[in-house]
Structures are given as structure tokens and as C-alpha cells.
């Protein structure tokens, strides 16, 4: 082979994996918001030095992107069935107003800020039902669709 064809499948081979790696940095790009919820949190009165009767759910917001996004509401919602959450009909659906964590949305996260809030779960029981499954999201302005965490209170201790 002469040495202007094999330059040629290296410029080929070169501008090929460029190209692979900007489609995915452009995919990979932005703000990646990460979700935790955490059932059955006691809150520690160091007053008294002993845990407060009232379970909540802690919720934890992770962004794990290069740009920053501001969290706009905290939910809950519900499906009633496998086949419903494919199709994304949601059976149960409520937004938090209060969080009661310091830090009440909406709330400006830059990249790699994290964020906490909480939830009363016996509110949540009240609405959803004890042993159930649902889901804790958070919406955000550079998504759509909220990022969420599943929560199962069926093996909650009680």
C-alpha cells in the first residue's frame, strides 16, 4: 500500500472517533440530576437527647452535571400498575409545598450542589397507604420530566 492510502484510513480512523466522542459529549452534557429518598428518618432532639416520634422521609438532590439547574417542585405520585408505568398514568400524584428544611424551593443548583429536603410520612401513608410503593421526584428547568426515586414503605420499620 502506498503511503497516501494508509494516511487516508488514519484520517479516516481519527476524524471517525472525533466524531464518536463529540456526539458523546454533546450527550452527556448538562445538568444530571441524582434522586434519593430515604423512608422512615427520625429527627435527633438534642435538647432531649432522644429521637423525635415523627418518621419523614429524607430526600437528597445530587447535581451531578457540568451546568446548573434550579429545582422547582418536590412530588410523590403513585402507578397502579407495572402496565401503567410504561404508559406513565399515574394512579396518585402531589406536589410538597413545605419541605421545612431551610432551603425551600425553588432552589438554584450549580454543579455538584446538592440539595435536602424532607417529607412527613404520615402524610404520605394518609395519602398513598402503609406497604405501598411510590415514587419521590424532584422537576428541575433543564428537564421536562422529574427525576425521581422510588420509596417502598411495605419493609419500613414501623
Request: one cysteine or more; hydrophobic letters at 45%.
Amino acid at each position: 500500500m502506498e503511503a497516501s492510502v494508509v494516511a487516508a484510513w488514519w484520517g479516516a480512523i481519527i476524524a471517525s472517533v472525533v466524531l464518536l466522542w463529540d456526539i458523546f459529549k454533546w450527550f452527556s452534557e448538562g445538568a444530571r440530576i441524582l434522586v434519593s429518598a430515604v423512608p422512615n428518618m427520625q429527627m435527633l432532639n438534642s435538647l432531649k437527647g432522644k429521637l423525635d416520634d415523627d418518621k419523614m422521609i429524607f430526600v437528597e438532590v445530587v447535581n451531578i452535571g457540568d451546568l446548573p439547574t434550579t429545582i422547582t417542585h418536590l412530588t410523590i405520585y403513585q402507578y397502579s400498575s407495572f402496565w401503567d408505568k410504561l404508559r406513565n398514568k399515574r394512579s396518585n400524584q402531589s406536589v410538597i409545598p413545605m419541605q421545612g428544611t431551610g432551603s425551600e424551593l425553588p432552589y438554584f443548583l450549580g454543579p455538584g450542589a446538592r440539595w435536602v429536603g424532607r417529607i412527613d410520612q404520615s402524610d404520605v401513608i394518609d395519602k398513598f397507604g402503609k406497604g405501598k410503593v411510590f415514587y419521590c421526584g424532584v422537576y428541575h428547568t433543564f428537564s421536562k420530566k422529574p427525576v425521581a426515586s422510588i420509596v417502598d414503605l411495605s419493609k419500613s420499620v414501623t
